[in-house]
């Protein structure tokens, strides 16, 4: 399991401080830790982060004031979860406005060989949803073999992981890339955007 790294503050700058909103829907928990992951690094940083999960359909999420929005779901069966898919689709126009950073978690983005179907997964939500976000990155999940029965652990194993190095007994296995995923979060917040963020890797669980 790959550790999370220490984060060292950057220095407070409240001139430059953003407020940002964070979304997202998880399905095996990987996704909501990474999701905390970046609330917890931008608010050490000095800006004003609201976190909210997709599921919380009482949850009054202000896009209208944000400067940054982030959205993180995890992939299962090729699709994000539907409660983020139904938010982007009915707020679209109003994410258009903003900068606007999407993580997608899944098992393909761990593997180099697996990023081109990572990037499908978000393509087709796309295509579903009409919205495109200005930077997007594919990140990696987690295994988490105890919540699976005998068929749905043959699956990840054969078809997934396509019998990649992985023992299958491992009641959980972390793929995420922290450094690389604090790195790209830092790339997303930085004043000078670029128009894509390259793969920070891909998750089954999230």
Do not use: C
């Amino acid at each position: 399991m790959k550790s999370m790294p220490i984060m060292i503050g950057r220095t407070r700058n409240r001139r430059s401080a953003m407020k940002v909103v964070i979304l997202f829907a998880s399905l095996e928990g990987q996704t909501r830790k990474i999701a905390h992951f970046a609330q917890d690094m931008l608010r050490n940083a000095g800006h004003d982060v609201a976190l909210f999960d997709a599921a919380d359909k009482m949850a009054s999420i202000d896009l209208e004031n944000a400067d940054k929005v982030i959205l993180a779901g995890s992939v299962h069966e090729r699709r994000h979860p539907m409660t983020l898919e139904v938010f982007i689709a009915a707020h679209r126009h109003a994410l258009e406005m903003h900068p606007t950073l999407l993580i997608s978690v899944s098992l393909s983005a761990a593997f180099p060989e697996g990023f081109e179907e990572a990037d499908d997964y978000v393509v087709e939500m796309m295509m579903r949803t009409g919205f495109t976000p200005s930077h997007r990155a594919l990140v990696a999940g987690a295994v988490r073999t105890k919540k699976y029965d005998y068929f749905a652990r043959q699956v990840v194993r054969h078809v997934v992981l396509r019998d990649r190095d992985y023992d299958p007994n491992e009641e959980e296995h972390e793929f995420t890339d922290w450094a690389r995923l604090e790195a790209t979060l830092w790339e997303f917040m930085s004043p000078r955007l670029i128009a894509s963020i390259a793969p920070a890797s891909e998750s089954v669980s999230g």
